[in-house]
């Protein structure tokens, strides 16, 4: 009987403090908190202090990094997130990171988050960076910064430089070197272009690519031909010409350049050579 | 040699039987099953949390096995005083220290080997779990990690028995050997610091920089012997930095045994 009585007045017990548990969980949640702090810590203080676990002390941070991201999903849209809190993110992936600059995730969420919502591009890149001196077989991490530099920064030049670098790296996809092709066809660099599409042809051994490379490094050697042409003219006859048969019958070429599917070239309103094929010339391909 | 053995092996039975060897175990048992858990939480890089989670088990395992049962291994017969009946024994004193410390070392081998069964066992679980993120990934780095980690810790357990040697109580023993672990973990970084105090943009003075340079090379630099890093993100280690490391490991840890042996054979019991 007794011991029934103390088993009974155990689990009573037991039940009693997991309801007062909820109670005051629930009222510590509606107490006023104060707004975290947003001092960065020094990399080396945090290295000091990791006492030997900085790749655990890593992971650690950036769960809690994602945490603090996630109570950003679960305010009402009324309560916009502050930029203190979003450079408090900022600062728990960059402890992340300063610990462990191998780790892909902060880099990776950072970019993902920090971007868009907080339009920190600068301090973004700036972490990328970090992780690309470290992860120097990684082509992911030159394609994100080149991506916010070209679309955020606006700034084509340092971003085709980056997707140059992203397509150097090991396993790189062909994506990378396509659009840094794009970028720079757009630029009218036709020369850094070329540069840049033979060493693509030098460092690829899928043939299909190859081909589809060699195709493209034909017409760019064609329009840099017609650029240099057009140039010739303008200088020797001081006006542009109105077409591109304009350049042989003046004799400045013997005749035009046909690429190797058959099409040719012709310069647009604005004075740029075209390529009759451009749409399969820039169009970005996916592997079979 | 043929006195060392016995010793030792006794050494290791009391080790082993130390009953706050059941909540090390229990602790790294609910690390490495949360490691599980843990690692799920992770959008790219699983496997580097996975075995981050592993080999920090083995590390803080390690150093609760050395700080809670090491250190008592010899702390206590000076406590209660039962060193008395144990050099009473036709045994010289630099035998006892040279035959503990082997003991000591055979429990670290020991314990750091079935943990790290059940510490590889969880990494294949999650390997076999979440296979696609285990992108850069090595059992050898893995393995080598741990082998350096069992250096480190039969040198930090060393350093217990100079303390011990040199100090009264057990307590006194376990703060000297949590600072010895902290400062050798943290060395390599505050010299970077004090040899360019300009990249950090602050200024340290000439008389810090000198001790910070005697204490490089009077304590163990443990961090030298910490690749967990390396292990997680399968990244290469060369040969002369396992050859050199691992023999610094051996000639510090042989001069602590030796400076332990000289400072017992001297200590005056009362």
């Known amino acids: ?288 | 040699m043929i006195t060392l053995w016995p010793l030792a092996v006794i050494t290791f039975k009391e080790g082993i039987r130390n009953r706050a060897l059941y909540g090390i175990s229990l602790i790294a048992l609910l690390l490495l099953i949360g490691n599980y858990f843990i690692s799920g939480m992770i959008p790219q890089e699983v496997g580097k949390v996975t075995v981050d989670m592993a080999l920090s088990t083995i590390t803080l395992s390690g150093l609760l096995i050395i700080l809670f049962i090491g250190i008592n291994l010899m702390a206590k017969d000076l406590d209660k005083r039962t060193i008395y009946m144990v050099l009473s024994k036709p045994i010289s004193r630099s035998q006892y220290i040279l035959g503990k410390f082997l003991g000591m070392s055979l429990l670290i081998i020991v314990s750091v080997s079935v943990l790290s069964i059940f510490a590889l066992l969880s990494v294949l679980v999650n390997k076999l779990t979440f296979a696609a993120y285990f992108q850069s990934f090595s059992w050898s780095s893995i393995l080598l990690a741990i082998l350096f980690n069992t250096v480190m810790l039969i040198l930090l357990s060393s350093l217990t028995f100079l303390f011990a040697s040199i100090t009264s109580t057990s307590f006194i023993t376990l703060v000297l050997t949590i600072i010895t672990f902290v400062i050798g973990q943290s060395l390599s970084v505050v010299k970077a610091l004090v040899d360019a105090p300009e990249n950090v943009g602050i200024k340290i003075s000439p008389i810090t920089v000198l001790f910070v340079r005697i204490f490089y090379y009077l304590f163990p630099n443990l961090s030298l012997f910490n690749i967990n890093l390396q292990a997680s993100h399968n990244l290469p280690v060369s040969w002369s930095y396992i050859w050199w490391t691992l023999l610094y490991g051996i000639v510090y840890t042989m001069l602590v045994v030796a400076s332990s042996a000289i400072a017992f054979r001297k200590k005056e019991f009362l």
């Open chain 1, 1 to 288: 009987m007794r011991s029934v009585l103390v088993a009974l007045f155990i689990i009573v017990l037991v039940v009693t403090q997991s309801f007062l548990l909820n109670k005051a969980t629930a009222e510590f949640n509606n107490l006023p908190q104060a707004d975290e702090p947003t001092i960065a810590v020094s990399p080396s203080l945090l290295k000091i202090s990791s006492v030997g676990f900085e790749g655990v002390m890593a992971d650690f941070i950036f769960l809690k990094a994602l945490v603090y991201l996630g109570s950003f999903f679960e305010r009402p849209i009324s309560e916009p997130v502050k930029i203190s809190e979003w450079k408090r993110l900022y600062n728990l992936l960059r402890s992340s990171a300063d610990l462990d600059p191998y780790f892909l995730d902060p880099y990776y969420v950072a970019n993902g988050t920090l971007t868009w919502g907080a339009g920190m591009v600068k301090e973004t890149n700036s972490l990328l960076e970090q992780g690309m001196r470290y992860r120097t077989w990684d082509p992911l991490l030159p394609f994100l910064t080149g991506f916010n530099y070209y679309y955020f920064l606006k700034n084509d030049s340092k971003a085709i430089e980056l997707l140059k670098q992203a397509s150097g790296r090991p396993k790189a996809s062909p994506l990378y070197a396509d659009l840094a092709v794009k970028l720079s066809y757009k630029e009218k660099r036709i020369e850094n272009t070329i540069r840049f599409q033979e060493f693509l042809i030098q460092n690829e051994k899928d043939g299909y690519f190859r081909k589809h490379f060699e195709i493209r490094l034909g017409i760019l050697k064609d329009i840099q031909l017609l650029e240099k042409a057009v140039q010739m003219y303008r200088q020797r006859f001081k006006t542009p010409p109105n077409n591109l048969n304009d350049l042989v019958a003046r004799h400045i070429l013997m005749r035009l350049p046909q690429d190797s599917m058959g099409g040719g070239y012709y310069l647009d309103p604005s004075g740029d050579i075209r390529a009759d094929n451009e749409e399969s010339f820039l169009t970005v391909f996916q592997r079979k």
